[in-house]
């Protein structure tokens, strides 16, 4: 597959912007290149605008090199450029699995690319077929999430195998969650499939939601078509620094990781003992899809005694579904106690 083929042609043609950290790299003594105030180092210097050491310390921790590294403010500016890069308004269209992350129909709008979605099965999984029949040669994107938001679930691997044998463009997998689920991660799947990008984030396991840092893994001829268009300095000075420290300590963030799992196992025990719950679905993420008897109600009545969930019902499949966060051990148990007093 000849990635180039597949990125607009004004994308193709265009000269990116050069900056003055990208012209000059090394280490001097005297900078007098970038217009910087001289005063209130570190913070008056633009930070690298290709987080190299911060890209070094993550492809140890993911076992992937450098060149397959892009970072984004969030994992919503990867989205959002995969929409500027491949994508021609009113020309081509994405698929994307329904229900799940909003944020990929919300970009299409944006971008002003038609959306097609895709109803999830009954066990909210994935069928290749369907998105294949979604498609056209217009067709440049595939959205996946897995683990899945708002269900919890994994997709069937066999059938994202299918889709990145069959399409022609470019498959997007969201692994935001991937650090909570059993299932491997796809980044060793990058080699075998040259349009496979995988996203993933420090918000979640990482605990860094604050710092807004997102990681997209793919073919390094899709990394330096996103570097070619990203803004100069997306990833601010404060969140490089930030995440080079985080990194240092994966084993904290393992810790977090079976603190949550545990949680979320005696939360689902005590939800499954209430009568107003109806259904808990699978879940491999940090969270539980609960489907009850009535959502609306049930999510009002948590706001007024300051608790805050997610209603879902207004999505495809989900309907009196409320998604739940696992928090903390005190957080969970005012959340059973106060559903305890709930009634219709």
């Not at 440049?140 to 683990?147: A, G, V």
């Not at 069937?156 to 022609?168: A, G, Q």
């Not at 390094?220 to 268009?229: F, R, S, V």
């Not at 009002?300 to 969930?309: A, D, H």
Request: charged share 25%.
């Amino acid at each position: 597959m000849k990635i180039n083929e597949l990125v607009r042609e004004n994308i193709r043609n265009m000269q990116p912007y050069s900056c003055a950290r990208s012209e000059f790299k090394g280490e001097a003594s005297v900078y007098l290149d970038a217009n910087e105030n001289p005063y209130n180092s570190p913070f008056n210097r633009y930070p690298d605008p290709l987080q190299t050491e911060l890209k070094k310390e993550i492809s140890k921790i993911k076992k992937v090199p450098v060149e397959n590294i892009f970072l984004g403010n969030g994992s919503d500016e990867a989205i959002d450029l995969l929409y500027r890069a491949f994508c021609e308004p009113k020309i081509h269209n994405v698929v994307a699995i329904e229900p799940s992350y909003g944020m990929y129909k919300v970009c299409a709008e944006i971008n002003n690319v038609e959306y097609r979605p895709v109803l999830l099965d009954e066990n909210f999984d994935v069928e290749a077929y369907k998105l294949m029949d979604a498609s056209n040669d217009k067709t440049k994107i595939i959205w996946l999430c897995s683990p899945n938001n708002p269900t919890g679930n994994s997709l069937n691997f066999s059938e994202i195998n299918k889709l990145l044998s069959w399409f022609r463009g470019i498959v997007v997998i969201d692994e935001a969650y991937i650090d909570f689920s059993t299932k491997k991660s796809l980044l060793n799947y990058l080699t075998l499939f040259p349009q496979l990008i995988v996203l993933q984030t420090m918000s979640k396991a990482w605990g860094n939601a604050g710092i807004r840092l997102g990681m997209a893994f793919a073919d390094p001829e899709i990394i330096g078509i996103l570097n070619k268009i990203k803004y100069p300095y997306n990833i601010n000075y404060l969140t490089q620094q930030h995440a080079l420290q985080a990194l240092q300590n994966p084993m904290q963030v393992e810790k977090w990781v079976a603190l949550i799992l545990e949680e979320k196992e005696k939360l689902i025990k005590e939800l499954q003992k209430l009568k107003l719950v109806e259904k808990i679905y699978p879940s491999d993420a940090n969270f539980i899809l609960v489907k009850v008897e009535n959502a609306n109600a049930i999510y009002r009545f948590l706001i007024q005694n300051g608790i805050v969930v997610r209603n879902r019902s207004n999505m495809p499949l989900c309907n009196n579904c409320i998604r739940i966060t696992v928090g903390t051990p005190e957080e969970n148990k005012a959340l059973i106690d106060t559903l305890k007093k709930f009634h219709v």
